[in-house]
């Protein structure tokens, strides 16, 4: 397993319980892989997730050899690895990093630009493609084709800049 690359998936921000679990901060959109079995490297050690929880919207897990509040306490600050694999994704499910650089054409064909940028937040992430703001979702975004590399979207009026709503 150590020759394999690595990912960041969490930051563990502190201790929790008696018993040696840790707060991790996720650095990941698939929770999955702090779930218990899996195998996390914190620092040149392979551990493996004993117990995984969401308390208070964050993941707590326990890790193999970690057994005390102390013990969990000197982890602090410091970061987690998974191996570095494409989590199994649905059919209309992407890696948003995917989606970047990617052709944006509108249903009837014009050339918008590529994704910049992807914005996280709350509701739906948010494509940059040069001006245009578009939010992901079914109403906008019609189709993603990784292997065209293009994504077809339906602008509404005034998503445009400069152009007014209709």
Same mark, same amino acid.
């Given at each position: ?6 990912? &960041?998936?969490? &930051? ?10 840790? /707060? ?13 079995? /899996? ?8 551990? !493996? ?16 050899? $970690?057994?005390?509040?102390? #013990? +969990?306490?000197?982890? #602090?600050?410091?970061?987690?690895? +998974? ?8 059919? =209309?499910?992407?890696?948003?990093? =995917?989606? %970047?650089?990617?052709?944006? $054409? ?11 940028? %992807? ?8 494509? &940059?493609?040069?001006?245009?703001? %578009?939010?992901?979702? /079914? ?7 990784? =292997?065209?590399? !293009?994504? !077809?979207?339906?602008? %509404? ?10």
């Amino acid at each position: 397993m150590n020759s394999k690359p690595t990912v &960041q998936v969490g &930051q563990i921000v502190g201790a929790f319980g008696i018993r040696g679990q840790v /707060k991790v901060e996720p650095l990941t959109q698939f929770l999955e892989r702090l779930e218990k079995g /899996k195998k996390l490297k914190l620092g040149e050690q392979w551990l !493996t997730v004993e117990s995984f929880s969401i308390h208070k919207g964050r993941p707590l897990i326990k890790l193999s050899g $970690i057994q005390t509040m102390s #013990q +969990a306490e000197q982890l #602090q600050w410091q970061y987690l690895e +998974a191996p570095d694999e494409k989590p199994t994704l649905e059919e =209309d499910e992407f890696v948003t990093e =995917d989606l %970047i650089g990617l052709s944006v $054409i509108t249903v009837e064909g014009e050339k918008l630009g590529v994704v910049e940028e %992807i914005f996280a937040n709350p509701a739906h992430d948010v494509l &940059q493609v040069g001006e245009i703001l %578009i939010p992901v979702v /079914k109403e906008f975004v019609k189709d993603i084709d990784l =292997d065209a590399e !293009t994504i !077809t979207v339906q602008l %509404i009026p005034g998503m445009r800049p400069g152009e007014e709503e209709g």
